[in-house]
């Protein structure tokens, strides 16, 4: 009932940055927490960063933080990962997620899924 679609992804550099965006369309997701996760080749999805839909609160992975922002429009049922200073083991498929628990850090509580998008980062 909620589509998510995520855009954004590429190969870069090390050091580089990318901002990857999720559309969320269809039922309302005000009440829901967005999240993103990623999974590298031949390991498991895990958790990177989440926003509550209504509010400021954020929660980032501690591999992440400090690196990445997550943010989002509610005007346009969108939010970003902007993805600084990139390192080789940010390589991996990087979904878009909706749920409604918080913290948002577990891959059960997920309601709905976006397609994924890679990110390749290169040595």
């Known amino acids: 009932q909620v589509q998510l679609v995520e855009s954004g992804g590429g190969l870069v550099q090390a050091g580089d940055s990318l901002r990857l965006a999720c559309a969320a369309s269809?039922?309302?997701?005000?009440?829901?927490?967005m999240g993103w996760f990623r999974q590298g080749s031949g390991k498991e999805r895990e958790f990177v960063a989440a926003?509550?839909?209504?509010?400021?609160?954020?929660d980032y992975a501690d591999s992440v933080k400090g690196r990445f922002t997550v943010s989002r429009d509610n005007a346009k049922n969108t939010v970003y990962l902007q993805m600084n200073s990139l390192k080789p083991e940010d390589t991996a498929v990087y979904y878009c997620?909706?749920?409604?628990?918080?913290?948002?850090?577990?891959?059960?509580?997920?309601?709905?899924w976006g397609q994924g998008t890679q990110v390749t980062v290169s040595s």
């Open positions: 997620a909706a749920g409604s628990r918080w913290p948002l850090r577990s891959t059960l509580t997920c309601d709905y």
């Open positions: 926003i509550i839909w209504r509010g400021e609160r954020t």
């Open positions: 269809g039922r309302t997701v005000s009440s829901y927490a």
